[in-house]
């Protein structure tokens, strides 16, 4: 009876296969002079399941047995509808005529406003009851993405382009190519769920795509698009509510579409520097919905990093509005000779634009990756890919696949390793020598011996060197160990210490640390200066601008995310502190009027002890919360996105009084909100951090555990909201209360580009305030002004304290 059962259900199942089984249309797309028309929507009549032709206009689309009306579209082309009947594989080539566009009926008197300009006020006029119209839907999407080099130099810094990139002998090739597929959910307004199930990159078997599909969302219905992708500032869209004073329209003509009237417009900046968009658009007339567009941008319109964008986007007709089904992203540039171009093609299908969500299914998680993604076999991808491989993407996968297989084995890696990682004293010198062992995901990296080298007036010349060993663990979990050493000649001062880092959960972002040992530190706790800067200043400028103390410490310390946005940290250190005076005075050159400070910053002249020799056990802990905090989930990691709102940081620090011998005796709380690039359109974006403390009690604070400020002393240094332009290091750090905010706001380019000879050099214009208030500085305030490009700003800057200005100058930064 079992095996009559067996049977039966193996039989059942192979019938109910064989009526369920999806067989290929396939064919090839041209225009009417045989030349291909690359991404065509093909798609089932009055459905929105569908797929896009290829670059070179192939296209596949799985269907089940049964008789359609498949319509194959494209923008300036004149939709055609096949009858077709599928009882198994099928090719069916199609050839797509122009769109005829047509004024006729349409009287444009030379000195009469052109048509165009009277459609454009009705689909402003509608664009925000079209923005809201759909309120939520789901839709499934395909992505590919694809770059490659067109040409390139034959060496860059002295390497083998072709070599170094995998690239073909003309130096042409594939550099990434990659497909995903996901289920995508939107409710407004702005809430976005996606879930990727399935990922492929070329090369990378085991690799996670950055597809997003929230990326390929370009909305014209919004005032601005792009924000802070290609441009900082954004670019106005052509139905903007502000839209008819960036651009100029002009009716082409208009044509009839299943009985409705579609009209063409051709978009045209007012100015020609304009964040603006060139191309054309279509307008539905009556209902003024957008239904294609065809429009591009260029370095004149303040695109970043690429010389031309262009974005078509095609539209389906849902129910009673218009959905994408079809976006694709075309770009091209050349940096350093590189010569780039490639394409994002995203292909949504099956709408529901009526979804019911369950129960706090938008948490912020806005894109969910799992294990399981990248291990699709070459079967799921035949049956689920929308958009045919071209042969040259073929081609790239079946070599670059087996070349990674080949990669991952223990004899390539071994071999590789050997050349790698030959000893070389410039590598050693100027980066540093690393011994790689990728097979075991072992790495044991050696400190660079040039910068380790440093002089300070403290331990004059000397050295402070290190090396970490770190092994990596599955999914993005690693732990590493680092000693680290150092030594000055004239102080004969030897310190080493022992410290290491457990990152045990990277979607909890939760590590465990611990350390112990010695060493010669800042007496500002946020660092003054760097090594190499102090070491320049003091031996060529006679000017001594760090302060050094010694610190033998041992410490333990844990940081969790709680849930999500809130992070948790906390520490415990013992220290025992030691004040240290100036050594020596050599420098290279004695300089009239300049001489070295002490090592006190409170007793320049004199070097008297700053504090005594005291122990200290100290307790921290913080808790940072990002509301609306999103995130990206991927097995290996968890990456916030930056958020729409502020975070808070709560923290406290506590100096335990007689445990283990401990002398000081504090409480200190502070807090502190914060938010990064705060979009202001077209006028660029915003940042500010405001924060405020105090001590609780301070029956007994040594200088080294007050609240330092973020000072600056020098022409040169490091960007940093936090860190005000003219502030000495040390001398206005407190043992008290404090407040102290900062703002900047970048115009992007707003003013800049208004002046020929600026515009060309890209610079961004920006503007700042800083001010701290604590009882030896009740009202102090910087006010600056500069220009920035890429990671390079310089600023000029005013310091008051209260009315009177105590400083003003140049500041000069470099870095991220």
Request: charged letters at 20%.
């Amino acid at each position: 009876m079992k095996r009559i059962h067996l049977t039966f259900l193996l039989i059942f199942g192979t019938i109910s296969a064989l009526f369920a089984q999806e067989f290929k249309l396939k064919g090839r797309i041209k225009d009417t002079e045989g030349q291909p028309v690359p991404f065509v929507s093909v798609y089932i009549k009055n459905t929105t399941k569908g797929t896009s032709a290829n670059v070179d206009g192939v296209y596949t689309l799985s269907l089940d047995k049964g008789t359609f009306i498949i319509v194959y579209k494209a923008i300036g082309y004149k939709a055609i509808e096949k009858n077709i009947s599928i009882t198994g594989d099928a090719s069916e080539d199609i050839i797509l005529a122009p769109e005829s566009y047509t004024l006729s009926g349409v009287t444009i008197d030379g000195n009469a406003e052109d048509p165009a300009y009277e459609i454009i006020r009705q689909a402003i006029k509608r664009r925000k009851q079209h923005l809201t119209e759909v309120n939520s839907y789901t839709a499934d999407v395909y992505i590919k993405g694809v770059q490659k080099l067109v040409g390139a130099p034959k060496k860059f810094f002295g390497r083998d382009v072709q070599k170094t990139l995998d690239l073909d002998t003309n130096r042409k090739g594939i550099l990434y190519l990659s497909e995903s597929t996901s289920t995508f959910a939107f409710q407004h307004p702005g809430k976005i769920h996606e879930e990727m199930v399935s990922s492929k990159i070329s090369g990378r078997n085991n690799a996670f795509s950055f597809n997003k599909a929230s990326d390929l969302i370009v909305n014209f219905y919004d005032n601005i698009l792009l924000e802070n992708t290609m441009s900082a500032r954004g670019f106005v869209s052509p139905i903007a509510d502000n839209a008819l004073f960036y651009y100029r329209y002009k009716l082409l003509g208009f044509s009839m579409e299943n009985g409705e009237t579609v009209n063409k417009i051709q978009i045209i900046p007012r100015r020609e520097h304009d964040p603006v968009f060139r191309g054309i658009i279509y307008i539905k007339e009556d209902s003024w919905h957008l239904l294609n567009a065809n429009v591009y941008l260029t370095q004149n319109s303040g695109i970043n990093l690429i010389d031309t964008l262009k974005i078509s986007q095609q539209f389906l007709k849902v129910e009673d509005t218009y959905m994408p089904s079809n976006m694709n992203f075309q770009f091209n540039g050349n940096v350093f000779g590189f010569k780039f171009e490639g394409y994002y093609a995203g292909v949504y299908s099956n709408y529901n634009i009526h979804p019911n969500f369950p129960k706090n299914y938008f948490n912020g998680e806005i894109l969910k990756i799992t294990r399981a993604v990248n291990k699709k076999d070459s079967l799921f991808w035949l049956n689920n890919r929308p958009i045919p491989l071209t042969p040259e993407e073929s081609r790239d996968y079946i070599r670059k696949d087996s070349i990674a297989a080949l990669k991952t084995s223990k004899h390539y890696l071994d071999s590789l390793e050997k050349a790698n990682n030959k000893f070389g004293i410039i590598k050693m010198l100027l980066t540093g020598y690393t011994i790689n062992n990728r097979y075991d995901r072992k790495y044991l990296k050696f400190d660079p011996i040039l910068r380790s080298l440093f002089y300070n007036t403290v331990e004059g010349f000397g050295a402070k060197y290190g090396v970490t060993y770190t092994k990596e663990l599955e999914y993005g979990a690693f732990y590493s160990i680092r000693p680290e050493l150092r030594y000055g000649l004239s102080n004969k001062l030897f310190t080493g210490s022992l410290t290491g880092n457990y990152y045990y959960d990277p979607l909890k972002r939760a590590s465990i640390f611990a350390g112990i040992g010695s060493g010669i530190y800042d007496l500002n706790n946020h660092g003054s200066m760097s090594l190499l800067a102090n070491s320049i200043n003091s031996l060529l400028f006679e000017t001594n601008f760090s302060k050094f103390y010694k610190k033998e410490f041992v410490n333990i310390g844990s940081s969790r995310e709680l849930t999500n946005g809130l992070q948790a940290s906390l520490s415990a250190e013992y220290t025992r502190n030691t004040n240290l005076i100036n050594t020596t005075t050599y420098k290279i050159k004695d300089l009239k009027g300049e001489t070295f400070s002490s090592n006190n910053p409170f007793s320049p002249e004199v070097e008297k002890p700053l504090f005594p020799t005291y122990e200290a056990l100290i307790l921290n802990a913080s808790l940072t919360y990002t509301i609306g905090q999103n995130y990206i989930t991927r097995p290996d990691r968890k990456i916030y996105q930056d958020s729409k709102y502020p975070s808070i940081r709560l923290s406290y620090k506590k100096g335990i009084k007689g445990l283990m011998s401990s002398d000081v005796d504090y409480d200190l709380i502070s807090a502190e909100v914060y938010q990064n690039r705060i979009s202001s359109g077209l006028w660029g974006y915003s940042s500010f951090v405001i924060g405020a403390g105090k001590f609780l009690n301070n029956a007994q604070v040594y200088y080294p555990e007050f609240k330092h400020f973020r000072g600056n002393n020098s022409l040169f240094g490091l960007p940093n909201l936090r860190k005000f332009l003219f502030l000495d290091f040390y001398l206005y750090s407190t043992d008290r209360e404090y407040f102290e905010a900062h703002f900047e706001h970048n115009f992007s380019g707003l003013l800049t580009n208004k002046v020929p000879l600026l515009r060309k050099l890209r610079l961004e214009e920006l503007a700042g305030v800083s001010y701290l208030s604590q009882p030896l500085k009740r009202n102090y305030t910087e006010f600056y002004f500069g220009l920035q490009r890429l990671i390079f700003r310089a600023t000029y800057g005013f310091a008051y304290d209260g009315n009177k200005r105590v400083n003003h100058g140049f500041r000069l930064s470099y870095g991220f």
